[in-house]
């Protein structure tokens, strides 16, 4: 599903991500690790597609439509609500029955009910669940998932635990994260930068 | 079909953040009406009729600018540009779906500020507003080009204005040729070719500029 | 070779022996049509830089960019020179050419303006390669405007028209313009040695650290 050799990223005179090999087969779960500044994520943002390596060779078997990327932001407009930022999302990634699958998610990640409330209202961790609605919205084949449990609150971060065990194994991962021991079980690979 | 539809729900979108937000219309109304306002205090007794058009047109295109340099403000916060940027559809409709909004606000601010301007200073024949309209046009395609250009810069209040008003020229000057002309057509078709070139340069390069 | 240049470039004006007027005229048409082609060439890199994704365009982009302005300034002030000696004003709105090089040269200040102010890294270079190309769809579309503009702007009162060129004329202005056209690209050549040497430089400082 991906794979990496050298791939390196620099802005100018800046190198946010040294050489770095990587190997995901589909259906893998990968944590990648590293101290802050260490390039992690430099390599999600080259993994999800929106920056290009410098350097190296990098392989992402999905197109833009069967990428799922979760940003340090939660790239939703403030001033909408949760469900016309995911009917947006819905339409521009050309979901079929889209109204029916915002519902679920917004079900799922229990905010069914502040669903016509602006963004701009919702607590830290509403908005870092409607974040994952977003990245959940199509269905993707790859996830990329920045450090996806650091907004959450409790309740919020067990949502996310049964959603990551349901996907292990049926869709390919790629995360970062502060607490490599809360997804230990389901990685398949573990890459550590430097 | 799907590209006008992507481009129709962004230009929906950026209406409704706009309604709720009322942020930048309103402050364009107000700045274009003020501005007319300081034009008669600024012109001297002795210029003639047709001044009052050249500043009409500088009036237009600092409102333009108030508008253009909020015009991504809102793909700002939170950092859903990206979210955009990574959707399937193409990203210049992105760009074309932020013109046509941005184009919405720029003639609302006008459909006060002409009617007031015509009330202060002088008429505007039909040959006149049909350049306002093409000169319009040409603001919005290529400044929220620029605009998004400067997004990502220091200092991007002062940007814009440096990037866009060399390229505005032909437009005042098409603009003015269609209201004080007397082969005013001329300068419509001129505005035409101008929209025509530079729509395109804007639809066609926007992708460059959003992506890395 | 800059002393060869150097030397034609005072030996053709002194062959014409017509007058201050025309001698500026010799240089001046030169300068200008050596900035339209840095500017050409500029956006040409440009186009690569965006075709192909090859970063060594942008700096060949950005220096014959740079050459193109400091051309444009010299035609501007070349332009008042010439002025004043034929009309005795520093500056004229009627001269087409003039105005559209100052139309022209806030345009690329502006676009060095916009690369001082963003990060360097892809997005700086293909903004400004996207900015190089709206510069030469300008030139066009600005003339136009200009010649437009006659319309309602105060009728010229000086002849447009620089002196007609006879057969001997002719010959000066060509050797001026081939000594400009190769002083530019000296000088394109240097600042663009100079600037990869300053990366290449730096890349090998950061590799030893």
Redesign the interface.
């Known amino acids: 599903m991906i794979r990496g050799r050298g791939v390196e990223k620099r802005y100018g005179r800046k190198r946010a991500l040294r050489g770095v090999d990587i190997a995901v087969p589909r259906g893998g779960f990968a944590v990648v690790t590293g101290a802050n500044g260490s390039g992690k994520t430099t390599l999600l943002r080259l993994l999800a597609g929106l920056a290009q390596p410098t350097r190296g060779d990098l392989l992402v078997d999905a197109d833009r439509s069967r990428i799922g990327y979760l940003a340090h932001e939660p790239l939703v407009y403030r001033e909408l609500t949760a469900v016309e930022n995911l009917e947006l999302y819905g339409r521009l990634y050309r979901i079929p029955e889209r109204r029916e699958r915002v519902g679920m998610l917004l079900e799922r990640f229990t905010l069914w009910d502040a669903r016509n409330e602006r963004v701009s209202t919702y607590s830290r961790g509403m908005t870092q669940r409607l974040a994952l609605c977003r990245t959940l919205l199509h269905d993707p084949d790859l996830l990329v998932l920045d450090e996806p449990f650091s907004a959450l609150d409790e309740d919020g971060a067990t949502l996310l635990d049964r959603e990551l065990e349901s996907l292990a194994g049926q869709r390919t991962v790629v995360l970062t994260t502060h607490d490599p021991d809360r997804v230990a079980r389901l990685q398949t690979a573990r890459l550590a930068l430097t | 079909m799907t590209y006008l539809a992507d481009v129709a729900a962004l230009t929906r979108k950026d209406l409704r953040v706009e309604l709720r937000g009322r942020d930048t219309l309103p402050a364009m109304l107000l700045f274009v009406l003020s501005t007319l306002v300081v034009f008669h205090f600024a012109i001297p007794d002795g210029a003639g009729d047709d001044a009052a058009y050249g500043l009409l047109w500088v009036a237009i295109v600092f409102t333009a600018l108030l508008g253009l340099a909020r015009a991504w403000v809102p793909e700002q916060e939170h950092g859903v540009l990206d979210g955009l940027v990574l959707a399937p559809c193409d990203r210049s409709a992105i760009w074309l779906g932020k013109s046509i909004a941005t184009l919405a606000f720029l003639l609302a601010a006008q459909a006060v500020a002409l009617p007031a301007f015509v009330l202060f200073f002088e008429p505007l024949d039909a040959t006149a507003l049909a350049g306002v309209l093409l000169a319009d046009i040409g603001i919005c395609a290529v400044g929220s080009l620029m605009s998004a250009m400067a997004a990502a810069a220091r200092a991007r209040e002062v940007l814009l204005p440096l990037l866009v008003l060399p390229l505005a020229i032909p437009l005042i000057v098409g603009g003015i040729g269609a209201a004080v002309s007397a082969d005013g057509e001329r300068f419509l078709l001129f505005l035409l070719l101008y929209d025509a070139v530079f729509a395109v340069l804007s639809w066609a390069s926007f992708e460059y500029v959003v992506t890395e | 070779m800059g002393l060869a240049i150097i030397l034609a470039l005072i030996v053709a004006p002194e062959d014409a022996d017509q007058g201050i007027s025309q001698r500026i005229f010799y240089i001046h048409v030169p300068i200008a049509l050596t900035a339209y082609f840095c500017f050409g060439l500029g956006a040409v890199k440009a186009l690569f830089l965006?075709w192909r994704?090859d970063?060594r365009y942008d700096l060949e982009s950005y220096v014959a960019i740079h050459q193109g302005t400091i051309f444009g300034a010299l035609t501007l002030i070349t332009g008042a020179i010439w002025a004043k000696a034929s009309w005795g004003v520093w500056w004229t709105w009627s001269s087409n050419q003039l105005v559209l090089f100052l139309?022209?040269f806030?345009?690329y200040?502006?676009y060095f303006?916009?690369r001082f102010?963003?990060?360097?890294?892809?997005?700086?270079a293909?903004?400004s390669?996207?900015?190089a190309?709206?510069g030469v769809?300008?030139i066009p579309?600005?003339f136009?405007?200009?010649r437009?503009?006659e319309?309602?702007i105060h009728p010229t009162v000086f002849t447009r028209e620089g002196p007609q060129m006879s057969g001997s004329m002719f010959a000066t202005f060509a050797i001026t313009w081939a000594a400009v056209t190769l002083l530019a690209y000296v000088l394109y050549r240097v600042e663009l040695a100079g600037k990869r040497l300053d990366a290449d430089l730096?890349e090998l400082r950061?590799a030893l650290q």
């Not at chain 3, 102010?117 to 700086?124: A, F, K, M, Y």
């Open positions: 965006l994704g970063e139309v022209l806030l345009f200040c502006a303006m916009l102010s963003l990060e360097d890294g892809p997005r700086r293909r903004s390669a996207v900015y190309l709206f769809a300008l579309v600005s136009l405007a200009i437009l503009a319309d309602f730096r950061e």
